[in-house]
């Protein structure tokens, strides 16, 4: 029996980290034992882990200025350009002609050409302008930092725990395995100063 303390020491060390952990999330509502009211860290102080995360991410992750100009850059800009020359095709080609038949007795195709040309040119130039007035317009209506709290703050107790628990499952574990291996040294130790 004597032999068994440092495995005694070593199950209670991992009992007690894993209860520690446990007690992260549980129990999610608030409940009374022995006149103490107890509720597990993350449920208890959600609102506020959910307004911390929401000032880092706004503050340090993603500001709405990048957003911005990864928006209006000139390369971004040019993919568009594809669509929107088909869908000017598209309008020269059939839906001008559906509605003004007269013009295809009068324009040709290489005047059809240069108007689509004069178009691409226009709204090569109109583009930036349009993006930039949306993004400025985004930008006062957005609140990023309010929006992670939001989110955050209504998640489920369980999509919470999910959440920490699929990223910090690996942390846990180590936690609790060195929380074994530290009573178990502890054990050794107990028994060794019993010698003395």
Sequence with gaps: MFWLQPFVAAFT???TTWIAIYMLFHPRNPKRFLGITIQGIFPKRQRQVAEKLGSVVAKELIHFSEIAAQLKDPEMLQGLNPTIEKHLDNFLQVKLKEKLPII??????????????GMMEEIALLLPEIISQYTDSLSERIDIEKM????VSNFSSDKLEEILQ???????????IIGGVLGFVI??????LSFL
């Design 148 to 151: 992670v709290t939001e989110k």
């Design 187 to 192: 054990g050794l130790i107990q028994m060794g």
């Design 13 to 15: 060390g991992w009992f």
């Design 104 to 117: 295809s007795m009068f324009v040709g195709d290489g005047i059809m050409q240069k108007i689509k040309e």
């Design 166 to 176: 699929s990223v910090m499952e690996k942390e846990f574990k180590f936690i609790e």
